[in-house]
């Protein structure tokens, strides 16, 4: 497991973890394979993580996809939460405090700061990827760009 906060690796610690993904699938292309194989990853090798996984797009609406944690909320409304903002905006969501964030979801009560990515490919929403944190504030900017790179090489790698 790595600790990118206090490893003084950085963006360099998410080199490493890129690699490994590229690895990871290279030799498939199925999308709930990749997704599968991809979310146990990160929640195996990020510290301070409690759920990582995959909301899909599926008629304007995400619905749960493959993921590691607690039990999850099946459907979210685009627009509702920070996954729906980020599917509504097409823009990550990087918020240090849940509870304060306007129209939070709380799936998992233990989490306090959360991550997701919207995952688009060809002009089109897939889904979000969601990191979650019992942890305040867990995620920085360098985490935001490494998981986006590691996002971009799901959708490179994986047939959507």
Not at 29 to 47: G, P, V
Not at 118 to 147: E, H, M
């Amino acid at each position: 497991m790595i600790d990118l906060q206090n490893s003084g690796q950085g963006l360099e610690g998410y080199g490493m973890l890129h690699a490994q993904l590229e690895s990871l699938l290279a030799d498939e292309r199925d999308f709930i394979a990749n997704a599968a194989q991809f979310s146990a990853f990160l929640f195996n090798q990020l510290e301070g993580l409690n759920w990582a996984g995959f909301y899909l797009n599926r008629n304007e609406e995400l619905v749960l996809g493959p993921f590691q944690g607690q039990i999850a909320c099946v459907r979210i409304p685009f627009g509702r939460g920070v996954c729906g903002t980020a599917a509504a905006t097409l823009q990550t969501q990087r918020v240090e405090d849940v509870h304060a964030f306007a129209g939070h979801i709380a799936c998992d009560s233990a989490s306090n700061s959360e991550l997701v990515v919207p995952l688009v490919k060809d002009g089109r929403l897939i889904g979000v990827l969601d990191l979650d944190s019992p942890q305040l504030a867990r995620f920085t900017a360098q985490d935001q760009a490494g998981i986006e790179q590691l996002a971009a090489i799901f959708l490179r790698l994986t047939d959507c």
